[in-house]
């Protein structure tokens, strides 16, 4: 999807401006949001969408019958606007976005169709150029809008250092040089682009390059910079422009409106900055004819050597800087050895830089821009005396990058090593592994490359097998056998479990009530493709449950929490809806006498939806599409909160609760806070007992005066759960700690006052 200049223009958009509904201008606190996040150079600011707005939209009729939907919306002072679309449904209709100015020189957005640009519909739109934007549905008959808008991103003017006049462009340092002043590098410049895209909170602009696989297959692999693109929502939104440059070296840039653009990405891998500030794309559909693919070496590239960044910075026209790679200047966070520290003898980079591609002498890439050092107060990138800039290692990012961009003919990525026996490509647990299969005919079992080998050892109590893909509306089949690889037998797949949606995302969970339930050995899962004609790529990762280690509990794998005590959260990115389980999922324990369990959970993102279940004894399970729980809390938001007390139904009781997450939204990284408490409740301890302790929580205790090493009547019950690998004992006194036939004892001197002391378990 691009911003169109084909002779489809929409049917409205000679019918003069529709009326608008206007937002508030800007407020101080808009203008003056902090940083998105570390090194990211802010280009808009997210606003609600008027619930009413697409309400007070207009009907009427085109030249051959058709009915016209249009509704205009204005956020003052924006140099431009972005919509996100949710629940797209067009289905034979067409949805277009243009100024309010009118199409001219055939600028406009879309047309979009069906669910959209990933085929879910969900996603942003393209920039249009202006404050004021025009939305338009062509469709057979009026009748109820089959998509909502939620958020506007108003991307920001930027004001003329010295004038405090606004831009109609981001413009760049004085000490920048033009790209197009040095021909001998227009070859490499057409490899990179400038990207719009959306995280939380508002927009960002950043560098990115196309780049080449081994065997020039022309996917659209792009590589930038982590801080920038880390997952895969902040993916979808990116929008490269290309071309960006000035028209002759000197010259004037040229207009945004007349650049093709392309809309869309599947985030595929990357690293943080503690591995080298990386990230690669795959971009939607086809590049335009104009862009190149650039090269790359997996070499380290020497101190001394010379190298070459093109970059966008500040989003500006494309500039290009030249230097080498120097002695390392050490910067927390950037670990030395997988970053070059680059020193500038012409030009300089600057925020929208980010990402951009280092060339060698030869024109390979040999890094990905990171950042710079801190400026002092008033100073500019100009004034620093040699400028110089971190760049992430390629050859660091290598390892990751290679089963993409080492690609065969057969679209496998890395020849896979050699098959274990029985068959089948070893999954690790907990690994995703990736894979790419060429366009089939028909309905096809991938025997071979498709089939993969997942070994579970004695006393697991769970394998999940989950498969995500990345093709947009591609169906994928899941089917898993114990022993043996499935296989086609008379038109059907014999197998012992399987998914079989209409989808590309398919899941299998086997556990010991599972039919056939889990057992060790090997066990075998085999894809298929029900898609014609389509190269399909995704994932395969296989999760293994055990029950001894990290405090899990054997039942479920769940992780014990301790009452009172925060547990961090981070959860990955999901392509639908979600019960995260295992691993994925807690546990809490409840003694007797306990009067309330609060179960709190707190996301640290906005706009995003996770739900809070819980259950007695037992793992939360999906049945009919809804979540078996005892108690659960289904709010909007992630903030979520669950209190027991024996007056619930069902009351409180003593024993083991079982909590788990519910994920609404996709395609997000959520962090978030989980915290049970529980109040109230002992075991009775048992005779010539002091009471009982609680994990982590101190006791005192006094003795009167001895006269002699002692041991005191007064003991502690420490209740040890399921799945403990530690417990840890600690006082100024001697202790002795009983459990089964087993005693252990510390001697530490007792001092002659023999009053009071701290003991913690």
Known sequence: MAISMAAQTPPGARMGRPAERWLAPLSTAERNQPELRAGLTRASVHRAAPGDWLAQ??????????????????????????????????????????????????????????????????????????????????????????????????????????????????????????????????????????????????????????????????????????????????????????????????????????????????????????????????????????????????????????????????????????????????????????????????????????????????????????????????????????????????????????AFLEERTTGGGTPPPPPPSGGGTSLTNNTAATFRFAAVDGPTLMSGAGTYRIEVPQGATRLEIRVRTTTPNADVDLFVRAGSAPEVDGGRVTADYSAETESGNETVAITPTSNPPLRAGAYFATLAVFTPGVAVEGTITAVITTGGGGGGTPATGAQALTSGQVRNITIEPVTGPQLLTGASSYSISVPAGAT??????????????????????????????????????????????????????????????????????????????????????????????GGTLNSGVPATYSVGPVTSPSLVGTGYQIAVPAGATRLELGCTGDVFGRTGDFAVAGRHRISDRGAGGSHEA
């Open 57 to 402: 939209g207009q009907w009427s009729r085109t030249a051959d019958g058709k009915a016209l939907y249009r509704a205009a919306l204005r956020s003052p002072e924006a140099l431009g606007l972005r919509l996100h679309f949710r629940n797209l449904n067009a289905g034979e209709g067409r949805v277009w976005m243009y100024p309010a100015d009118g199409v001219t020189e055939g600028y406009f957005a879309g047309p979009y169709t069906a669910r959209g640009v990933f085929g879910d519909g969900e996603f942003w739109s393209e920039f249009v150029e202006g404050e004021s934007v025009v939305l338009e549905y062509e469709t057979s008959r009026e009748g109820k809008l089959p998509f909502e808008v939620d958020v506007v991103s108003h991307v920001l003017h930027e004001v003329v250092p010295g004038t405090g006049k606004a831009s109609t462009r981001r413009e760049a340092l004085s000490c920048n040089k033009d790209a197009m002043c040095h021909p001998e590098w227009a070859e490499r410049a057409r490899s990179v682009g400038r990207y719009l895209f959306e995280t939380n909170g508002g927009g960002a602009l950043c560098s990115g390059s196309v780049v080449s696989t081994r065997n020039s297959s022309r996917i659209p692999y792009f590589l930038t910079a982590d801080h920038c693109v880390s997952n895969a929502a902040e993916a979808r939104s990116v929008q490269v422009f290309w071309g960006y440059t000035s028209l002759a070296c000197g010259g004037a840039p040229r207009n945004l409106r007349q650049l093709p653009t392309t809309l869309g990405a599947t985030y595929l891998t990357g690293g943080g900055l503690e591995q080298g500030d990386f990230t690669l794309l795959r971009l939607n559909g086809t590049l335009p004819d104009t862009v190149t693919f650039s090269g790359w070496t997996p070499d380290d590239h020497p101190v001394g050597g010379d190298v070459t960044g093109i970059h966008h910075p500040g989003g500006d026209f494309q500039r290009i800087s030249f230097g080498s790679r120097g002695d390392a200047i050490p910067v927390r966070g950037r670990p030395e050895g997988v970053y070059y520290t680059i020193n500038w003898r012409e030009g300089v980079t600057e925020g929208g830089s980010s990402g951009s591609p280092l060339f060698n002498a030869d024109g390979l890439i040999v890094g990905m821009l990171s950042g710079g050092p801190k400026l002092p107060s008033g100073k500019t990138e100009c004034d620093l005396n040699p400028a110089f800039d971190w760049y992430g290692r390629f050859s660091t990012a290598y390892p990751s990058l290679q």
């Open 596 to 689: 309330r369990l609060e179960i709190r959970l707190e996301t640290d993102n906005r706009s995003v939806d996770v739900d809070l279940y819980a259950r007695f004894g037992d793992a939360v399970t999906i049945a009919n599409g809804a979540a078996v729980a005892d108690h659960r809390s289904e709010g909007p938001d992630g903030n979520e909160t669950i209190v027991i007390t024996p007056a619930s139904s069902p009351a409180l009781r003593p024993g083991t609760y079982f909590i788990h997450l519910g994920v609404f939204s996709i395609n997000t990284r959520i962090t978030s806070r989980l915290t049970a408490t529980v109040t109230g409740g002992s075991s009775p301890p048992p005779a010539g007992s």
